[in-house]
């Protein structure tokens, strides 16, 4: 190509700009791109919107703007005194709202349980936060001195405080009280599942297998009546276990194998050479487990601990079938109370619940998955 | 350090007591008097309770006469069965909830799963919000709700919402059209038998063909040819043997057509939008799992995005999904049993609640309750795995 002289081309003036590309920024270029950027795209976007439409209008409307925000009795929420379409009956949700959090405990010493609740929320709050200080002192207080102090507050009987039947129990109460007691029973009894199942005594680990895939392969509604109608079969006619007792058992049992299998998750992901390291230094099995393997592997799975925690949570609703009220089976009962039978009662009850369901459950699994990407930083 | 070193051979003998395999031997051993002296235990008082209590022991209820109604049953029941049919009774309304509600929510699943990827910024929301908002209700709240306040709410039989005439929604349940098969329909019924085998072996033999010549062949025009318009030749041919008979309203309630209850609808709708929303996190996480190298490799390769889908993403995203989804499917099932909630009649209810009420033998009842969901989720994983086997990565 050297040497030639002839010129290809060169262009004798400046060519005119091209006119500029369809927004590309801003939100007009957003919803071009993203929702409107093919035929069937935009039929999907339209078709999602009048979904939103047909379930957030009707919703807001039933939740706020037709809503009735105070009243007495059923009166004030039918339609020919408030004079339109009615939306939820909040007086409803007020009037039952100390025998959805308290159930049946007597009135005098809601601050019995009002205590127990504080208390626990000034022990969990430090304990989910990473940066707080203290975290053994901490769990100690919260897995080992908390429900023994929960205990004696709300059952009463010593140190001068009046003795409370469990049957008057419910409510949110019996809900926190059976999803807290699962929990706090369930991590020790797992952790030492999931040692057993990894163990090499053949006898150990067998009967961990057994245990825990017996209570996995098994409904927990299953496990309730085992533990409401089998388990006093069982045990010397003297012992009278209070029936909220026995569907703690039947909680524990059941949440352990669950719990086992994800500590088991956690023991798994510890490379051989934190085991060899402390064979090494001549630590024993216990110590090798308690100083080395299970921090780590505890810390690991907390995610896994507080979804099941939320899982647990949720089936708390079980009780009702064997006829303990938890905060579902107190807001049932609620429907049945003639002085509030309004055509809008059933929703209104179904609203709140849902919402303080959705509220607990879903600020948990917030809280899982922020722990998750706080251990996840190494790797991504 | 020299000399004095005492050799291998020589090791200090350790004490009974110090020797981790004597240990071990020992612990076991402690641990299987603890567990046969508690069963003994709970022998002796379950024996004396029972007396005290005057329950029968054995199985020979099973013979006796149930003498309760069931308002769900597939095969023929009346009162004067026995306990033993009603077993079955509620095992066979147990498993046709679960299939029905498996294959449902698994489709659902897959939809939201998929929908929660797509590039619609809207419908991804939209699937997000689904996910989050059923994951966090509990399932029995949800099974009450759909059975109090959805179908509860529906009208009267006499004010029934009608869907194009054939379908009635009432508070009595959905009445939907059943099929009559009138004479010739066992043609129809051949042919469209015979279309899905000859559709079968179709594509045996033009997976051969393209990995010999490479040349493709037009399956799905030819597949929709076999299994529907052979079957509608012969239904023509033989003159519409295969009729509908419709529901219609005689008296408060509907007569004629199949009646699905409300109690199995809502616990139907219940349990596969449930399991569903679980389901579409693990699609979600499994298509996810699969690396977008494998989606470039499979564009520069020429492939449209439709078939990178189907043969190079979902193939590979299965070996992650089917471990957890098969533990969804042994979640529905289990959970199904919550149908006592609302007096569904499954194995759980009528078994577990009613027999045991009324017969109070609650060792026997919740022993073979038991034995048969554990029955039924080894059966279900045993089947996955099988699948799964089929699906895994053949490694050298």
């Known amino acids: 190509m050297t040497g030639t002289t002839q010129t290809a081309y060169v262009a004798p003036a400046i060519t005119a700009p091209l006119p500029p590309p369809i927004a590309v920024g801003g939100p007009v270029g957003w919803v071009r791109g993203n929702l409107l950027n093919s035929w069937s795209n935009a039929i999907v976007t339209f078709v999602s919107l009048y979904l939103i439409w047909a379930v957030a209008v009707p919703l807001i409307n039933f939740l706020i703007i037709d809503a009735v925000w105070d009243g007495a009795g059923r009166a004030d929420c039918l339609p020919e005194k408030v004079g339109h379409t009615v939306g939820a009956c909040w007086p409803f949700i007020g009037a039952k709202f100390s025998q959805l959090v308290y159930g049946f405990y007597p009135w005098n010493l809601h601050w019995r349980v009002d205590l127990t609740f504080a208390l626990g929320a000034v022990l969990l709050v430090p304990l989910m936060i990473p940066r707080a200080p203290l975290k053994m002192l901490n769990s100690i207080l919260f897995f080992g001195v908390f429900p023994i102090v929960a205990f004696f507050l709300l059952v009463g009987g010593s140190f001068g405080l009046e003795h409370v039947e469990t049957r008057s129990w419910g409510g949110l109460l019996v809900t926190l009280v059976v999803a807290v007691t699962g929990i706090v029973v369930s991590l020790p009894l797992g952790i030492l599942l999931a040692l057993g199942r990894r163990s090499h005594m053949p006898a150990v680990q067998g009967m961990c297998v057994i245990f825990i895939e017996f209570w996995r392969g098994v409904p927990l509604i299953t496990v309730l009546f085992f ?101 579902l089976g107190q807001m049932r009962a609620a429907f049945a109370d003639p002085n509030w039978s309004t055509p809008v009662t059933l929703y209104t009850g179904f609203a709140f619940c849902g919402i303080v369901y959705f509220v607990f459950c879903f600020s948990m699994s917030r809280y899982s998955l922020f722990v998750e990407r706080r251990l996840n930083t190494s790797h991504r | 350090m020299t000399g004095e070193r005492e050799g291998p051979a020589a090791r200090p003998r350790l004490a009974v007591l110090y020797n981790p395999k004597l240990r071990g031997i020992f612990y076991q051993l402690v641990l299987l008097a603890i567990l046969v002296w508690l069963g003994i235990e709970f022998a002796l008082n379950a024996k004396t309770n029972l007396q005290a209590q005057k329950i029968a022991t054995g199985f020979g209820f099973l013979d006796n006469t149930a003498g309760f109604g069931v308002n769900q049953s597939l095969i023929a029941y009346q009162e004067s069965d026995t306990y033993g049919r009603v077993f079955f009774v509620g095992l066979l309304n147990t498993l046709v909830v679960s299939a029905f509600g498996i294959a449902l929510a698994t489709a659902i699943g897959f939809l939201v799963g998929v929908a929660r990827l797509s590039n619609n910024w809207l419908i991804a929301r939209l699937a997000g919000v689904y996910v989050e908002v059923i994951r966090n209700l509990p399932l029995l709240f949800q099974i009450l709700f759909w059975y109090l ?248």
């Open chain 1, 227 to 327: 533990a409401t109608y089998m388990l006093p079969l069982f045990l010397p006619n003297t012992w009278t276990i209070d029936a909220l007792l026995r569907v703690l058992v039947g909680v524990a049992l059941f949440s352990a194998a669950y719990m086992a299998e994800v500590v088991r998750g956690g023991l798994q992901a510890i490379p051989r050479g934190q085991f060899e390291a402390a064979s090494a230094l001549g630590l024993g099995y216990w110590k090798t487990m308690g100083l080395i393997v299970l921090p780590q592997a505890l810390r690991l799975v907390i995610p896994g601990i507080v979804n099941n925690f939320i899982g647990l949570f949720k089936d708390t609703t079980l009780v009702l079938i064997v006829s303990i009220f938890d905060f």
């Open chain 2, 149 to 396: 306040a959805v179908l509860g709410a529906l009208p009267a039989p006499r004010n029934a919402i009608s869907v194009l005439d054939g379908v009635f929604l009432s508070n009595r349940g959905i009445a939907v059209p059943r099929p009559l098969f009138g004479e010739g329909s066992g043609l129809v019924l051949a042919a469209f038998a015979i279309g899905i085998v000859v559709t079968l072996m179709l594509r045996f033999w033009a997976q051969a063909r393209q990995e010999k010549t490479g040349q493709q062949f037009p399956l799905g025009r030819a597949a929709a040819g076999l299994i529907l318009g052979l079957p509608l030749l012969v239904m023509i041919a033989a003159g519409f043997p295969i009729g509908f008979e419709l529901p219609q309203l005689r008296g408060f309630n509907f007569v004629g057509g199949v009646t699905m209850i409300p109690e199995f609808t809502a616990l139907l709708i219940a349990l596969s939008t449930y399991t569903a929303a679980f389901i579409a996190e693990i699609v979600r996480s499994g298509i996810q799992a699969v690396s977008r190298g494998q989606t470039e490799a499979a564009y520069s390769l020429g492939l449209k995005p439709g078939r990178t889908m189907s043969m190079v993403v979902i193939p590979q995203a299965m070996r992650v999904i089917i471990p957890p989804l098969t533990s969804q499917y042994l979640n529905l099932t289990k959970n199904s049993s919550l149908a006592v909630g609302i007096g569904y009649p499954d194995l759980f209810a009528v078994f577990a609640g009613t027999t045991l009420n009324q017969t109070g033998q609650a060792i026997e009842i919740l022993a073979v309750t038991m034995a048969v969901y554990l029955v039924i989720s080894l059966i279900t994983s045993a089947l996955m795995n099988w699948y799964n086997s089929r699906l895994q990565l053949v490694e050298r």
